[in-house]
């Protein structure tokens, strides 16, 4: 087999502290320390290898990134290697001096999240009380300094009414672009999935909002759309494919696939403080295990969309039916796909149970049952 | 809140600061950098955005373009125009 082509872009999770408590957070559910973290050398380090290597962007996150006090150290870093630089941030860390000096190291880009369009679900949803005020002013700040603005938006059954809100708060702030990224439920966020997951006529409704949007809006703000596939006929073509053109790199340096590959048990990544980033790349059994086609199960081998959606999402696969090597469940030629959609209908049809808030050493002990308990056989 | 750029034959187009036309050494193609995106033009693309200097206008890209391939202006204005209309609908262009 020829070599993988290189990766496109890099998500540097800088850290995992972070102000806010999502209950839907990307990050795995055993959460770093400070103590763990890369230090600023060894992070400009792996970014180097990354750009000699042939990635063109870097997506600075985290956790809150900006907890990181070598932050505009590491911008300035890959600005000078070519990278394009983005940062996704909460934002409520952020102050005009701090902006500014982001700006001046090169930062070619900032997305800031959003919880809601209201102060209330805003300052609940992300566990921070004052920090949806905080991100309005940021959202200014970011526009003033002539930092390119994109709105991150993770709607779910407790927002998701809100759509036409967030939409014109995006237009407000001057942002260039808006993600409605419904949540995808790995880690913290399937942990929550009850109390996340939105009816099917909740997301055709906010679906049809979205392609109206788009339509009023062309040539003001570009509308991104990550759509939750329990309702799809066929699952997302997840990260473009296992180790096709991304990875992650964890606070501690391992490399990953995907920011949730640490959820799928059984599997060992590589670290970049052992061993070249381009080789983890190109040759680790992480990455190996997944990449292409030659590992689908049927009836992924022959489907004509196997490299359209590339089997869908590992991940999920695990998390539904505890084989990361099975068809994805959201794919309706999966054996466990009607499962999956009875328990999207059952779950989102009954009241939301509390949430429960990502916070560093609060891991649940018990993740949801996987579906084959349900029915099928895994 | 900003408005639809309406590309014209008197617009001067300009690629905005977080958008970046690049050659990309390692896959040996020109690349556009964006926010979350990385887009390969087309060799037609890449003529037009190469000119987005930001002096000149849709009007001038045009005559240039038909001057180095010897096509008539009014073949290729409509196309020009089109594409640079889609662009900066992406957010690509601004004018």
Redesign the interface.
Known sequence: MSAPGAPLAVLAELTHRCPLQCPYCSNPLELERAAGELDTASWQAVLAEAAAMGVLQVHFSGGEPTARKDLEILVRHAAGLGLYTNLITSGVLLDPARIASLAAAGLDHVQLSFQDSRVDGGDRIGGYAGGHEKKIAVARLVRAAGLPLTMNAVVHRQNLDHLGELIEMALAFDAGRLEVAHVQYYGWALVNRAALIPTREQLERATAIVVEARERLKGRLVIDYVVPDYYAKRPKSCMGGWGRQFLNITPAGKVLPCHAAESIAGMHFENVTERPLKEIWQRSSAFERFRGTAWMPNPCRTCERREIDWGGCRCQAFALTGNAGTVDPACGLSPDHEALLALANAESAAPPPPLRYRRIGDAPKMPPEPLSRLGEPA | ??????IGGASVPRL???V?L?Y????KQW?I?A??R?LVPDEIALEILRLCDGVASVSTIVDMLAAKFATPRAEIACDVQEMLQDL????MVVA
């Open positions: 809140m900003s408005a639809r750029v309406e905005p600061q977080h970046k690049r990309d050494e390692t896959r690349v950098l926010p979350e990385v900066a609908d992406k957010g």
